[in-house]
């Protein structure tokens, strides 16, 4: 309201005024004086005036509405439910109430068709089995396919198929499974009345029925069927002593009916036959022999799937054959001898029966380029790596190894329809870091699918393939080359300029014989140029190290000297990649190409980088390699950008660049030979120390050398820069056996993971089926169970009554004081103290077979410290001499409970015989003077037949004689030598083991079953049966899962993945654990740090930048600018990490919380930051001193981290953090670093 004052009126003046009614623009027009001291009552339009105003609403509304709303009309009780009680009529829906689920339908129609002229002439119905099987559930062949979705890939939470030669649940099984459940009562035990009911079924004992006395006879003989064609090898396996049977795998118990029954008359056919046949072991493993012509091959196979231009070698003839009849193979040749062939046979193969093969290699640049190869044969080819996917519906598809595992372990619906798979370099799978995952594929591969190695000659190709027969139960058959088809000279080059660039030394020839005529030669040649110093050290180590104007004058000799030779092109191996680099820029002067080369390299060189930007184009090291290449030099390692690396390695391929400074990795599989390779060193740092190069990397590296039909011999330099190498490290490396495939098996989290969520599969079974375990002998050990089993039921049972009733505890002391003793034996042979002891003339006490505490003298001790002999005169009775030579182990206990030492009832004799050291069980404080070299010379003598009656010599008599008056003189022991206070051996196990037997030694002469008159046949008896014993625990325990090497370490992950809550107390998976299955690496970290939601304040970029640290592997030199917000997350990521280390060291994983730690590197972090905020990769390439290719294949690995934390966002149900690793992903995948390879366009 508002209140306007008119002037003072005068005398002749109304009091008025105006008073403004609410906000209408009404007044009202007063005129009775004012009050002078008050307000003007507020005026509205309202139509009961203003409301009254509180000056605290919320205490107003608390007050009325919530602690006293009785006054509410809602809450009058009298009338008020009537009053507003609505009734709304519903239509009935009896329908709701029934519900069927609808099973799925058991059969279907077949088409019958002519089969002459395939028309249709009737539909039959079939019954259709496993129809209620699916991913989820079944690892059948049979079960329904999957959503289209997950045809390629599969899910996470699929099975996989059933891997071949799984072992089926043997029947001895299933008996201990059920022992182990409780049992049931089903008379009193059982639950009557359900809750809530006052009654319930009636389980009271009723009078049973007389039956009539009518006989059916078919009944009866129906009813003892079982008893009566059961074979008695069935009865003897449902025995204790017999051997377990396997039941087949079926899907109900009908079919395991219906199959027993249908096969019960076969089975009464074949037992008589079975049991004449004897059980051979079975070898997987079938060597081909290919040193004879297959000359019926196109008799054999008059329409192959693929036609070659060209005579094919018999090695791949054979290999052609087994493929035809569907058996799998291991082709080991040597390097360019023509293993395609074999893939693209089997290629054609999958073509022609409309099946799929898939090829996998161990690096993604030999999938890029089998790609391009295999495309322009076949044409129907895809690729699948980690950021590319072309065709994945073809009929071949050619990956890396780990995508293939994925694809086993998620149940891909491509598994189905495989024939093929085509391992190539197998030999890759000795590499450390990788070779696991080329073990599991192998072992998850289902029973269809034939498998092709593709290998470099390996030693061990057939225990190889023996392992994999035996787990996939199928026999491989093992081809291997004798002979390269381009045979190699090596040489040794010691020029260093024009005067001497001639210097080439041959020094193993064509044929394989190493020539030492060369050798001396080159150290020759070499210490003409040498200071008289290094001449006084001679050729043995010399030093290797140059200055770079050393090795630049002697590059430029020798490519000069090739060169004219029509020695090129050239690969040269250095095993660094600054001195690739180094060498290659230090040619400046060097120039191996025409004109017309020049200009075909510029022009496919800006064809090939014509995708880049511009600004891409301009990089320091592509301008660089632009002026090498149209020069002919070439640069391959890792540090170069990959479009790069495939721009020279097809310059190369068609003869354009004449000289390659590459790395070892140019040799893994890429088919590129070269006329001539050169090694600048044979020395390379492996990751831990300087070594020579092994006989296999050298083999592989050189054989690139020497080019099938245009070469008649390839040429292999190795440079001698500073000195000459020793002959025996070279002719070591060069005829040395290459290195043998080993087991890398280890468990990781992820595969524990993956084969948990499975029931039907366990990790056990994947332990034992990994090569690491390939040297248990499981069929053979199960068989000699069973003999032991039945031998141990046919013993006589044992007298333990009477004086004899400590006869078992007697027993286990003697075996414990057995075991003491040969432990400290053992010690005392291993010390120097103990060996001193044992010199010439020494007395000692000798158990064997042949003697029981018999004295001896040794004569000669053997220089063998790892199978140590002691040549020794032992006197025996008169008849009872034995030949010399080694003696049998000693598995008697007599010597310990009878310490009478021998003495002959008879004359005296003697024998010579070599002790092994468990034969000397004590040892004499005795010495006797003795001649050995007369004692043997006459011994050996008195061997011969026309010497046998010679009476024995002066020295063997009075040895004897000496040994004999020791005996007499001590017939109840002889002192011998203390382990410590003799021979002063104080190790805790040695003093510990001393006071042990003294104590057991005098605990026998407690026992009251020695003075039975029965005790020795008796105690004989017990000693057999407990030795059998002993082998049959030891057989159980080497065929049971304990034994298993890495049961330790999975017991132990176990353990960490519970603490974690990856999986419960029943080892069942969880969502943490489902999670972790998405993750190929590093997946317990990338796990924690998403359920802990370290990614979700950050951006895009900022994920991205963070999550390097899981791809970046090296050290750098150059401090990365970090803003807080990543150094926050970094905290946190180390935080996680030092969690997950200490909580694994302290579940028992040797690896310490540290060097976990020190795994995840962040050195690429600001240059992924900047990449991804839209930094150009030059300049980003200047934030780091790690090398482009480097920074490149760290980016394109790091998309595939992203895609994986997309899918386990999924799973939790985190759809920000989703669709944040799906813009980092976008933010990252540009220009330079994705650009499409070469060989896929």
């Known amino acids: 309201t508002v209140c306007v004052d008119l002037p003072p009126p005068g005398p002749d003046d109304l009091p008025l005024s ?32 203003l409301p009254p105003t509180s000056l605290d609403l919320k205490m107003e509304v608390e007050k009325r509405f919530l602690r006293d709303p009785a006054w509410m009309p809602i809450h009058d009780t009298t009338d008020a439910f009537q009053k507003f009680l609505k009734l709304t009529k519903r239509d009935r829906q009896v329908d709701s109430l029934l519900h069927c689920s609808l ?5 279907g129609l077949s088409v019958v068709r002519d089969p002459t002229t395939g028309l249709l002439l009737d539909f039959t119905e079939v019954l259709l089995e496993h129809t209620d099987l699916s991913a989820k559930n079944s690892l059948s062949l049979q079960r329904q396919p999957g959503p289209p979705a997950e045809s390629l890939r599969g899910s996470n939470t699929n099975y996989p198929f059933l891997p071949a030669g799984m072992e089926e649940l043997t029947l001895e099984q299933i008996k201990k499974k059920s022992e182990l459940e409780e049992d049931i009562d089903f008379e009193h035990d059982l639950l009557a009345v359900p809750p809530g009911f006052k009654a319930g079924m009636d389980f009271s004992d009723k009078e049973a029925k007389t039956m009539k006395a009518e006989v059916n006879l078919l009944s009866l003989l129906s009813s003892f069927d079982d008893i009566i064609d059961q074979t008695p090898e069935e009865k003897e396996k449902g025995s204790e002593s017999g051997e377990t049977s396997k039941l087949p795998r079926t899907n109900s118990l009908e079919d395991l009916g219906i199959k027993r029954f249908c096969t019960r008359q076969s089975s009464k056919l074949n037992v008589l036959n079975e049991g004449k046949k004897k059980d051979k072991e079975k070898k997987w493993a079938v060597p081909v022999d290919i040193t004879f012509p297959c000359d019926d091959f196109y008799k054999r196979i008059p329409d192959p799937a693929f036609k070659y231009p060209f005579e094919l070698d018999v090695f791949q003839k054979q290999a052609i054959l087994r493929l035809e009849a569907h058996d799998s193979v291991f082709v080991a040749a040597h390097t360019s001898a023509g293993k395609t062939v074999v893939a693209e046979y089997a290629i054609a193969l999958s073509q022609k029966h409309m099946t799929r093969t898939i090829y996998t290699s161990p690096i993604k640049a030999l999938s890029n380029q089998k790609f391009r190869d295999f495309k322009n044969t076949f044409g129907d080819v895809g690729l699948l790596t980690g950021d590319v996917q072309l065709n994945p519906e073809a009929s071949c598809l050619i990956m890396t190894t780990e995508i293939l595992r994925s694809m086993l372990y998620n149940g891909s619906e491509v598994i189905r329809d495989l024939e093929w798979v085509i391992f190539d370099e197998v030999h890759y799978i000795n590499d450390a870091e990788r070779g696991v995952v080329w073990e599991e594929v192998l072992i998850m591969l289902p029973e269809h699918v034939s498998i092709i190695l593709l290998s470099a000659t390996v030693p061990n190709a057939v225990e190889f393939s023996e392992w994999i027969g035996r787990i996939k139960k199928r026999p491989i058959y093992v081809i291997s080359t004798v002979k390269r088809p381009v045979p190699l000279e090596h040489h040794l080059y010691t020029g260093n300029s024009t005067k001497t660039q001639k210097e080439l030394f041959l020094l193993l020839d064509a044929t394989g014989a190493f020539l030492t005529k060369g050798y001396y030669a080159a150290v020759e040649a070499k210490k003409e140029r040498t200071s008289k110093h290094a001449q006084s050290f001679g050729a043995k180590n010399a030093s290797q190290n140059t200055t770079p104007s050393q090795d630049r ?71 660089l390699m632009r002026d090498l290449l149209k020069r002919g030099i070439g640069v391959h390692h890792s540090g170069i950008l990959p479009i790069l690396k495939e721009v020279i390695e097809m310059l190369f391929s068609r003869g354009l660049v004449k000289v390659l400074f590459a790395t070892e990795t140019f040799a893994m599989g890429v088919n590129m030979p070269a006329r001539t390779v050169v090694f600048d060193s044979i020395r390379k740092h492996d990751g831990t120390g300087f070594r020579n190069l092994l006989p296999g990397e050298y083999i592989q590296m050189a054989g690139r050398a020497g080019r099938r039909g245009l070469d008649a011999t390839g040429t292999v330099i190795i440079l001698c820069k500073s000195g000459v190498h020793d002959m025996g490290d070279l002719h070591a490396m060069m005829l040395g056996k290459p290195t043998i495939l080993q087991s890398q098996f280890r468990l990781t989290y992820t595969m524990i993971l993956n084969l948990l969520r499975v029931e039907a599969l366990r990790v056990t079974d994947m332990m034992r089926r990994s090569f690491s375990e390939n040297h248990r002998d499981t069929q053979s050990h199960e068989k000699r169970i069973a003999e032991l089993r039945k031998l141990l039921s046919s013993l006589p049972p044992l007298d333990t009554e009477g004086q004899l009733s400590d006869l078992l505890s007697y027993y286990h002391t003697v075996n414990e004081l057995r075991i003491t003793t040969e432990a400290l034996q053992q010690a005392v042979m291993e010390s120097v103290s103990g060996l001193k002891s044992l010199s010439v003339g020494r007395v000692v006490i000798v158990n064997n077979v042949q003697h029981l505490n018999a004295l001896s003298v040794i004569l000669q001790v053997s220089n063998d410290s790892v199978n140590r002999t002691f040549t020794a005169l032992i006197i025996c009775e008169k008849g009872n001499e034995e030949p010399s030579g080694a003696a049998q182990t000693n598995t008697d206990f007599r010597h310990l409970h009878n310490t009478s030492l021998f003495i002959p009832e008879g004359p005296c004799s003697h024998t010579v015989q070599k002790l092994k050291a468990q034969d000397i069980t004590a040892i004499t404080v005795k010495t006797l003077k003795v001649i050995p070299e007369r004692i043997i010379d006459n011994y050996n003598k008195r061997q011969q037949p026309r010497f046998r009656m010679d009476p024995p010599g002066q020295a063997i008599s009075t040895a004897t004689q000496e040994l004999l008056r020791l005996a007499e003189a001590n017939p109840d022991g002889i002192a011998t030598l203390d382990p410590v206070n003799d021979l002063h051996l104080k190790g805790v196990d040695v003093v510990e083991g001393v006071m042990r037997q003294r104590v057991l030694q005098d605990s026998l002469k407690d026992f009251h079953c020695t003075h039975s008159p029965t005790f020795t046949e008796q105690f004989a008896r017990v000693q057999e049966r407990m030795s059998l014993q002993e082998e049959l625990d030891r057989l159980l325990f080497l065929v049971s899962d304990l034994s298993l090497t890495l049961l330790p370490e999975y017991n132990q992950r176990i353990k960490v993945l519970k603490e974690l809550k990856y999986i419960d107390e029943s080892d069942a998976v969880q969502l943490k654990g489902r999670v972790a299955c998405q993750i190929s690496s590093h997946e ?9 939601n370290t990614l979700s304040p950050l951006a895009p970029e900022e994920s991205a930048a963070l999550l390097s640290c899981l791809v970046f592997t090296q050290n750098t030199q150059i401090e990365p600018h970090i803003p807080n917000t990543i150094q926050e997350g970094i905290d946190r990521v180390l935080c996680v990490a030092q969690r997950i280390g200490e909580l694994q060291r302290e579940c028992g994983i040797a690896q310490t919380a540290e060097d976990f730690v020190s795994q995840f590197k962040f050195g690429l972090t600001e240059v992924v930051y900047c990449w991804a905020r839209g930094m150009p990769f030059a300049e980003i390439a200047q934030l780091t001193d790690v090398q482009e290719g480097t920074v490149v294949r760290c980016i394109q690995r790091l998309d595939e981290v992203l895609k994986e934390v997309r899918q386990a966002a999924r799973i939790v149900g985190d759809s920000v953090l989703g669709s944040k690793m799906e813009r980092a992903s976008l933010a990252i995948r540009r220009d330079i670093v994705f650009t499409a390879s070469l060989y896929t366009h």
Not at 103 to 107: A, D, I, V
Not at 564 to 591: I, W, Y
Not at 1084 to 1092: D, G, H, R, V
Request: aromatic share 6%; charged share 15%.
């Open 18 to 49: 105006l008073l403004e009614m609410g906000c209408s623009g009404r007044f009202e027009l007063l005129t009775h004086p004012l009050p002078s001291n008050k307000a003007l009552h507020p005026q509205s339009t309202l139509p009961h005036g």
């Open 103 to 107: 099973t799925p339908l058991h059969s």
């Open 553 to 623: 004058a002697i590059w430029q000799t020798l490519l000069n000297y090739l060169s004219q030779r029509q020695q090129t092109p050239v690969v040269a191996f250095t095993f660094s990649r600054t001195r690739c680099d180094d060498n290659a820029r230090s040619l400046t002067s060097l120039d191996l190409t025409s004109s017309v080369e020049k200009n075909e390299i510029h022009s496919f060189f800006q064809s090939s980088l014509s995708r880049l930007r511009g600004g891409d184009r301009q990089l320091p090291q592509i301008l």
């Open 1084 to 1092: 317990l970290l990338l796990t924690e740090l998403l359920f802990e």
